[in-house]
């Protein structure tokens, strides 16, 4: 699908994956609006790309409806890309054997899933009203699902069954947007290079590395963004979840 002067959003754009992304997407002619919370970078690395920053809360269907608006003001919104997501660890049972706070499981699902489901929904509504290109496509939504979804490991309740949750909702949400010419796929990564793993001590980031079986190192940012735009091009993906992991599956620790 031709992106070229189309508008482009992507959710936790300011840093890692979504970054990363948001670069691609520029390089490939679309304006993108980089969607993260306030107190990010967010509008630096929008002016860096020559876009737009949009801050929001992935959870909220106001702020999130506005940061569509303002896709929609530099041309048609075919690409939306949800990146946000968060990942602290929480075992069922504490050090004392008590159950964790349930507030913790639900802040996850609601950040992880919930918020991407508003995405979806906010951006769908609008990418449904633009008008269709020559081949009859309208946009392409990719969400960010993780190998947690299927090889969850101890301490990662929440965040399994928050991904999980966006793989299982792909099929659907695909099936039922393909009456407007949108396709819905999900990418789901393995150990990526993100910020959150790039704090942690050179060795540690080899060791991890070195479960993955080939090639036997983190992922990169760029190949999460390569990915996404294989999606976008490629009209026949649609209601798919995709691992992007060197064929690694998660030990239980």
Do not use: W
């Not at 919104?77 to 054997?97: F, Q």
């Not at 993780?146 to 099936?175: C, E, N, W």
């Not at 993100?194 to 590395?209: D, F, I, K, V, Y």
Request: aromatic content about 4%; overall charge negative.
């Amino acid at each position: 699908m031709e992106i070229v002067g189309a508008s482009a959003l992507v959710t936790g754009g300011a840093s890692g994956l979504g970054l990363a992304t948001a670069t691609r997407l520029a390089e490939a002619g679309a304006h993108v609006v980089i969607v993260d919370l306030p107190s990010s970078p967010g509008a630096e690395r929008a002016a860096e790309i020559g876009g737009s920053f949009a801050a929001a809360d992935v959870t909220d269907p106001a702020q999130i409806a506005a940061a569509v608006a303002t896709a929609g003001e530099h041309g048609p919104l075919r690409v939306v890309v949800n990146c946000a997501g968060i990942a602290p660890p929480a075992k069922v049972l504490d050090r004392e054997g008590a159950p964790t706070d349930l507030g913790h499981f639900e802040r996850i699902i609601r950040v992880n899933l919930i918020g991407t489901y508003n995405v979806i929904a906010q951006a769908s509504a609008a990418i449904a009203k633009t008008d269709a290109t020559a081949g009859g496509d309208r946009g392409v939504i990719v969400n960010t699902a993780s190998v947690a979804a299927f090889d969850g490991q101890i301490g990662q309740p929440a965040y399994s069954a928050s991904k999980g949750g966006v793989h299982a909702m792909t099929l659907p949400v695909a099936r039922e947007l393909a009456r407007y010419g949108i396709r819905v796929c999900t990418i789901a990564p393995g150990i990526m290079e993100t910020p959150m793993l790039a704090g942690l001590p050179e060795a540690a980031q080899a060791s991890l590395g070195q479960q993955v079986p080939y090639p036997s190192r983190l992922g990169r940012p760029d190949e999460y963004a390569s990915l996404v735009l294989e999606i976008v091009r490629n009209g026949y993906l649609n209601g798919e979840t995709i691992r992007l992991d060197g064929a690694i599956r998660m030990a239980p620790k």
